[in-house]
């Protein structure tokens, strides 16, 4: 099972590093206008776990400026695969290269209980439709998101990362939301 992820890791990031150099921001932006507005547009200020996106993933970070009145925070990974989330409220300044270089916050910045999430944006590199998740080989995530007991879990992807299969194991955990674009 391990060697089918592996192997199955290596091609999707093959697969989108070469989709995201034969268009580099069209997709990325394309996508973000379609991605959140039903889950982002509510008067209430909810607090969202979002990540910085790597080059081949749907770019973020503008739903921070076109969402304002949400409280948006990013992780950091720290020993033993366990990760926190804390506020940020400007990404160019209080987010910086971290592991795998990665952008991250800064230990002093505010962290977010899991239990206070009401949306968890998941990243990975392939889904399923019924969410099975093919994450990058860490288990930050499988690890964190049992934790966040009321959150709405909610992944975005490009059409190639959507396959009719994903080896799992009993600690992967499924994404209900996938939103194809």
Do not use: W
């Not at 034969?22 to 008067?43: E, I, K, Q, V």
């Not at 977010?112 to 944006?121: I, R």
């Not at 396959?163 to 994404?175: K, Q």
């Amino acid at each position: 099972m391990q060697q089918n992820k592996q192997e199955l890791r290596r091609g999707m990031l093959q697969t989108l590093k070469a989709a995201a150099a034969n268009d580099p921001t069209g997709r990325r932006s394309a996508a973000l206008r379609r991605l959140l507005p039903p889950l982002l547009c509510t008067s209430k200020p909810l607090n969202v776990a979002i990540y910085a996106a790597l080059p081949h993933e749907v770019d973020l970070l503008p739903l921070l400026d076109e969402y304002p009145q949400h409280r948006f925070c990013f992780p950091r990974c720290g020993a033993q695969h366990r990760m926190a989330f804390h506020h940020v409220t400007n990404p160019a300044a209080q987010l910086a290269p971290a592991a795998l270089g990665i952008p991250a916050p800064a230990e002093d910045l505010p962290v977010v209980a899991p239990q206070d999430f009401d949306l968890v944006l998941v990243p990975g590199l392939a889904f399923t439709e019924a969410g099975a998740r093919l994450g990058y080989g860490g288990g930050y995530y499988d690890r964190y998101l049992p934790l966040c007991t009321r959150a709405r879990l909610v992944a975005a992807v490009f059409a190639e990362q959507m396959l009719p299969h994903v080896p799992t194991d009993e600690h992967d955990v499924a994404i209900p939301h996938i939103i194809h674009l």
